[in-house]
């Protein structure tokens, strides 16, 4: 099993940039692949990107892609998520989830296939 904490969010001006850590305890962690989502109050989660678990692999959502960025660092068992030009619209509860992965290339869009997940940071963007 594995447990994550984000951490990183925080108030920011319209296109000022964050980064996002998921700090994930085990030793296996390396062997999951992992995701980013948010959720906005009154919206469903969404996904925002996702990361193979050998790090090769890397997905966005339309929305944030060209200034998100996946990364992980596998000797500090963290993903992170360097956010720049934030925009309001990106104002929600961010979350990271991490799955057991068969496949070095793999990774998913899809928060049901994810099992992990941590408590969430807020990010609150101003215009």
């Known amino acids: 099993q594995v447990q994550l904490v984000e951490s990183g969010g925080g108030l920011v001006q319209a296109g000022d940039s964050l980064r996002l850590s998921c700090a994930a305890s085990?030793?296996?962690?390396?062997?999951?692949?992992v995701g980013w989502f948010r959720q906005a109050p009154g919206k469903e989660r969404e996904f925002v990107a996702a990361?193979?678990?050998?790090?090769?692999?890397?997905n966005y959502a339309d929305s944030v892609k060209g200034r998100f960025t996946i990364s992980r660092d596998t000797a500090e068992n963290t993903v992170y998520l360097q956010m720049n030009s934030l925009k309001p619209e990106d104002t929600a509860v961010y979350y990271c989830a991490a799955e057991l992965s068969y496949g070095s290339s793999w990774y998913s869009p899809h928060a049901y296939v994810y099992n992990y997940w941590g408590q969430g940071t807020q990010v609150t963007v101003s215009s």
């Open positions: 990361i193979s678990r050998n790090g090769g692999t890397s």
């Open positions: 085990g030793r296996t962690f390396s062997s999951y692949a």
